[in-house]
T-cell receptor
Framework: SQTIHQWPATLVQPVGSPLSLECTVE??????LYWYRQAAGRGLQLLFY??????ISSEVPQNLSASRPQDRQFILSSKKLLLSDSGFYLC????????????FGPGTRLTVL | AQTVTQSQPEMSVQEAETVTLSCTYD???????LFWYKQPPSRQMILVIR????KQQNATENRFSVNFQKAAKSFSLKISDSQLGDAAMYFC??????????????WGAGTKLIIKP
């Protein structure tokens, strides 16, 4: 069966510091991968998605970037964090095209101080 | 552009009773997918139920069922025999089947469900 991992689970970082969040999927090949952000009490905002290695599409211009160095690995990064980057970050995967369903990882809670 | 609206910020129900969460959406597409996700206090997003728009039959998953009204663009979730573990935020989401949408989900704002013991 497929599983998705995210780490770290919780992170507290100072403003201006770098960021690296990692997401990996097991048990499937060539998944579509997604990064979402959820502010407190709000819905999900799609940040990035990837349909293959090295292929990244950005939905919202911001202080963040994403990379996909391996088929089942998706990384969210920032060179300098802003206070507004605080939130809950969720990674999701899906397989296939029109009939796929997105399944989510456990999330990372990021606090920027 | 598609939109999803959940008009109930919060709902409460007595344990073992039935509750219905509302969701409406706006789209010009004829074929699409609708989802209900649950987000408990752990904040992991969990798929509850999924509906394909081309199917007239309402989806069911154990105690969870939907009332899909395509013409009215309504997609409500019914939870029967509510249990304490059902307490969570519930999100309705829409997805186009077309590649140019990048299969991204369009999310409602969520409904917080409180279960009273």
């Amino acid at each position: 069966s497929q599983t998705i991992h995210q780490w770290p689970a919780t992170l507290v970082q100072p403003v201006g510091s770098p960021l690296s969040l990692e997401c990996t999927v097991e048990g499937t090949s060539n998944p579509n991968l997604y990064w979402y952000r959820q502010a407190a009490g709000r819905g999900l905002q799609l940040l990035f998605y990837s349909v293959g290695i090295g292929q990244i599409s950005s939905e919202v211009p911001q202080n963040l970037s994403a990379s996909r160095p391996q088929d089942r690995q998706f990384i969210l990064s920032s060179k300098k964090l802003l206070l507004s980057d605080s939130g809950f970050y969720l990674c999701a995967w899906s397989v296939g095209h029109s009939t796929d369903t997105q399944y989510f990882g456990p999330g990372t809670r990021l606090t920027v101080l | 552009a598609q939109t999803v609206t959940q008009s109930q910020p919060e709902m409460s129900v007595q344990e073992a009773e039935t509750v219905t969460l509302s969701c409406t959406y706006d789209t010009s597409e004829s074929d699409y997918y609708l989802f209900w996700y649950k987000q408990p206090p752990s904040r992991q997003m969990i798929l509850v139920i999924r509906q394909e728009a081309y199917k007239q039959q309402n989806a069911t998953e154990n105690r969870f069922s939907v009332n899909f009204q395509k013409a009215a663009k309504s997609f409500s979730l019914k939870i029967s025999d509510s249990q304490l573990g059902d307490a969570a935020m519930y999100f309705c989401a829409y997805r186009s089947p077309f590649m140019d949408s990048n299969y991204q989900l369009i999310w409602g704002a969520g409904t917080k469900l409180i279960i009273k013991p």
